[in-house]
């Protein structure tokens, strides 16, 4: 059983930044992507960021030029660097990952812009 525990959300200001951290209980190799979701309340959970297991990355309009997925394979981790954070991020935030039969999701970390 693949578990998936997210850290580093928090309250922050706009226009700053915060790391999202993603550790995996096994070998990030065995999954074909991770990426990052977010969800607000009432609505639905939305793609942030994904990276594939060569490295490809995709990201959603809305965070381009302000969010970076990133891997360490050493460290089974992935992670989200946000920067130039506007209240309009505020959400739950939700580590996924994927493989060819399952998809497993973190417990979610909450995310606050304050403006």
């Known amino acids: 059983q693949v578990q998936l525990v997210e850290s580093g959300g928090g309250l922050v200001q706009a226009g700053g930044s915060l790391r999202l951290s993603c550790a995996a209980s ?3 190799f065995s999954f074909n992507a991770m990426g990052w979701y977010r969800q607000v309340p009432g609505k639905e ?4 960021a994904i ?3 060569s ?3 995709n990201y959603a309009d809305s965070v381009k030029g302000r969010f970076t ?3 360490d394979n050493g460290k089974n981790t992935v992670y989200l660097q946000m920067n130039s954070l ?3 991020d505020t959400a739950v935030y939700y580590c996924n990952a994927l493989t060819p039969h399952i998809s497993y999701w973190g417990q ?3 995310v606050t812009v304050s403006s």
């Open 86 to 88: 506007k209240p309009e």
């Open 45 to 48: 959970r939305d793609l942030v």
């Open 108 to 110: 979610g970390t909450q």
């Open 55 to 57: 490295g490809s990355t």
């Open 26 to 28: 096994g070998s990030i």
């Open 51 to 53: 990276i594939t297991s």
């Open 69 to 71: 997925i990133s891997r």
